[in-house]
T-cell receptor, first 116, second 113 residues
């Protein structure tokens, strides 16, 4: 089954404790991206990756890191989480960039993160 | 500054009637627009898209209209069904933006039986 898998789905942590949210897709997609969803703010892009070893900042990259060492995985790293990073996070992938005519993004089920 | 605006946080429609969800954008460089649907506890799913070279795209009960001069697009659902109840996100991108898809805040649609 084609899917984007995120882990963990739920996490409660404390300020400053490094954490990683993993994302894996099994569709051989080149493009992957991370979003956060907050009440009243919709979906905002954190980072995206056009291909292996190619990453770029989205609209709200502060406090996050990503890596794309292999095509299927795109982990989101919070080196020193803070309470303002409490949010619902979505990983997404697509065959090409949005402008490549393959604009359909496949989203994971989301990871709800709470930073105390 | 919000580049993609969905000014109605919620919309309630009777089953069988038409649902019209609206979206406005400010960036004239946007040339590709998409609608996503999101159910609670699930990730958004792609619904329909439209390129700026078109003014209408239809897929079954869903039609998206684009008015470039007004920088406005709308999603029509006819007829509306209770299963359409979800949050709908409008999204836009510009050629050369390398995949930076800008989303609106979403509109929660409730279709009542």
């Amino acid at each position: 089954e084609a899917q984007v898998t995120q882990n963990p789905r739920y996490l409660i942590t404390v300020t400053g404790k490094k954490l990683t949210v993993t994302c894996s897709q099994n569709m051989n997609h080149e493009y992957m991206s991370w979003y956060r969803q907050d009440p009243g703010l919709g979906l905002r892009q954190i980072y995206y990756s056009m291909n292996v070893e190619v990453t770029d900042k989205g609209d709200v990259p502060e406090g996050y890191k990503v890596s794309r060492k292999e095509k299927r995985n795109f982990p989101l790293i919070l080196e020193s989480p803070s309470p303002n990073q409490t949010s619902l996070y979505f990983c997404a992938s697509s065959l090409g960039s949005v402008q490549g005519g393959t604009g359909e993004l496949f989203f994971g089920e989301g990871s709800r993160l709470t930073v105390l | 500054d919000q580049q993609v605006k969905q000014n109605s946080p919620s919309l309630s429609v009777q089953e069988g009637r038409i649902s019209i969800l609206n979206c406005d954008y400010t960036n004239s460089m946007f040339d590709y627009f998409l609608w996503y649907k999101k159910y609670p506890a699930e990730g958004p799913t792609f619904l329909i898209s439209i390129s700026s070279i078109k003014d209408k795209n239809e897929d079954g009960r869903f039609t998206v209209f684009l008015n470039k001069s007004a920088k406005h697009l709308s999603l029509h659902i006819v007829p509306s069904q209770p299963g359409d109840s979800a949050v709908y996100f409008c999204a836009a991108s510009a050629t050369g933006s390398q995949g930076n898809l800008i989303f609106g805040k979403g509109t929660k649609l409730s279709v009542k039986p």
